[in-house]
Structures are given as structure tokens and as C-alpha cells.
């Protein structure tokens, strides 16, 4: 029987150096797209899954996210006063339930393996789904829903996968493909960051996950791959063969929020699909692309 999806793991232990100077004293989690920061995105999309439970994977400086998810009893109570109805709606997605969020401090940037190491007294012996707020998924049915429909239908693990020119395979993880129905493919192996003449494919996998707890003996070996880093794909590659693994083309549009063009992209994207400043926005382009 296959075992229910109710814990996510966000690692965001990150320097967050290419927003520098904005990073410096705010975690780059905590950058708004629109009018909410990237962590929500990543715990919304989470919940809409059906996850429950919600582990940070933080470092030194990033308390604020933590606090982000509190009770803020002295700006409610104001709201309330105020009676500032639509402002204190607007609070409700920073609020957690009591006991459902954790957070486990990543003291040495080992890479993303070793993050998701460092959460192993959470995860258990459960399936996990890992969310990384760097990328962010503009589409209908939440990515992460998709990928959870896929993982009830499949009994094992299954990660988010798109293609990518073949000159940037360098750039991601890679799949070795196998059976291919167009949407689900069969992962016969994972490589790392490959050169592009050595990759297997041009499918590669974005910031979505669903993994079973087989990964875990094999992150615990804390093996160093690619960059002198401890790689998440090298372990997933590793269950290959002992636990059914897919790739799933989702359907929606990735931003890659983790550098600064992907991240004014999607700043556009998601307030032109807001209907409070749609039209306000599709102004103000006209205005700057008009001489374009």
C-alpha cells in the first residue's frame, strides 16, 4: 500500500549572493514576488498537495522565516482595532498550524544531499516531497499536486522534469530515459550536472521531488559528487532499480527565481494574472516597450 504524502522539506540555507545587496540582511526566501515572499509560494503549493507537516532546512541568518510563520499577535490586534478586514485576510497563508513546521540548522553548505541529510530524524521512514522556493511554478493545478497524483498512481518516487537546450545540461540534473508516454517517463539513471556531450538526455529536473524513505541509507553515506558537494541526484540515482522512479512533464511555466531575470519574470507574470493589477500592469509595459 502505498503510504499518504504528508511531509515536505525546504531547504533554505542559502547565502542567496546573487541578490546582494538586498540578501544581506533578509533572507533571499523572503524576496516578494508580487506581494508574497518566495517561501509562501513553496508551503502554499505544499499544502495544496496535502502535505501536513513542513521542515525548514535553515542557516545562520534566516530566523525571519521561521518568524514569518508566527503569530504576529501585536500587528493583528492592530488590525483588528483598525478593523482592517481585508488586510488581516490577507495574513491567513503565513499561518501554521501549532507543531506543524520545524525547522534543522544545515551548519556547513554541503550541498543540496546533504540539506535533506540533515532532515532525516523528520522524514523518518516516510515518503517526502522537497520544494526548493527558487523555482516557482505559474499553472492551473499546482506542480506539486501533479507530481503527488503521479506518486499515488506509481508507488514510488517522481520528480518534476523539462527539457532544456542541450548546451546547458551542465547546468542541472539529467535523466537517463526510458519508457515515454509523453508525459510520465521511466528514469533509468541520473547524472549530475553532465557536459553536453555526455548527457543522456536533455530532460532535467526543476525544484519539485516526491522521494521514499529508500534514499535516505544512501544520503547517510554523505558521498561527495559534483562541485565537491554532497548531490541529491547521485543518491536518487542510486534507488534506481529498488523503488518504481518517474520523471513528470508537468504542465505550467517555471521562473527560476534564483537569478534576477527569472525572478523580474515572474514578477510580471503573476501580476498580470492578478485581476486587481492586471490592467495596470499591461499599461505601464506599453509605456517601456513602446520604443522597443
Known amino acids: 500500500m502505498t503510504k499518504p504524502l504528508r511531509k515536505a522539506v525546504l531547504p533554505v540555507a542559502g547565502l542567496g549572493t546573487r541578490f546582494l545587496p538586498a540578501t544581506k540582511a533578509m533572507p533571499k526566501e523572503m524576496l516578494p514576488v508580487v506581494d508574497r515572499p518566495l517561501i509562501q509560494y513553496a508551503v502554499d503549493e505544499a499544502r495544496a498537495a496535502g502535505i501536513k507537516e513542513i521542515c525548514l532546512i535553515t542557516g545562520r541568518g534566516k530566523d525571519s522565516l521561521i518568524d514569518y510563520f508566527d503569530v504576529a499577535f501585536e500587528l493583528e490586534y492592530t488590525l483588528r482595532e483598525r478593523n482592517k478586514v481585508e488586510a488581516l485576510k490577507a495574513l491567513e497563508p503565513s499561518s501554521i498550524e501549532a507543531g506543524s ?22 522524514i523518518g521512514d516516510d515518503p517526502f516531497a522537497i520544494l526548493l522556493p527558487d523555482d516557482i ?56 550536472k553532465p557536459k553536453p556531450e555526455d548527457a543522456p538526455s ?41 523503488t518504481p522512479f518517474h520523471g513528470l512533464r508537468y504542465e505550467g511555466k517555471r521562473f527560476d527565481c534564483g537569478n534576477k531575470i527569472g525572478f523580474l519574470e515572474a514578477q510580471i507574470a503573476f501580476a498580470l494574472e492578478r485581476p486587481d493589477l492586471a490592467n495596470d500592469v499591461k499599461g505601464f509595459l506599453k509605456n517601456y516597450t513602446a520604443s522597443l
Open 101 to 122: 513546521l520545524v525547522a534543522v540548522r544545515q551548519q556547513e553548505p554541503l550541498g543540496l544531499g546533504h540539506a535533506i541529510w540533515c532532515a532525516r530524524s523528520f
Open 137 to 192: 511554478v505559474q499553472s492551473g493545478v499546482p506542480c506539486l499536486k501533479q507530481l503527488a497524483d503521479a506518486y499515488y498512481a506509481t508507488g514510488g518516487s517522481v520528480v518534476a522534469v523539462e527539457e532544456v537546450p542541450r548546451e546547458r545540461t551542465n547546468q542541472y540534473g539529467i535523466l537517463k530515459p526510458g519508457k515515454d508516454d509523453g508525459k510520465l517517463v521511466e528514469i533509468e539513471g541520473l547524472v549530475e
Open 202 to 242: 536533455n530532460l532535467s529536473i526543476i525544484g519539485r521531488y516526491i522521494l521514499t524513505p529508500e534514499i535516505m541509507p544512501f544520503l547517510a553515506l554523505l558521498e561527495k559528487g559534483a562541485g565537491g558537494e554532497v548531490q541529491l541526484t547521485d543518491a536518487m540515482a542510486k534507488t534506481i532499480g529498488k
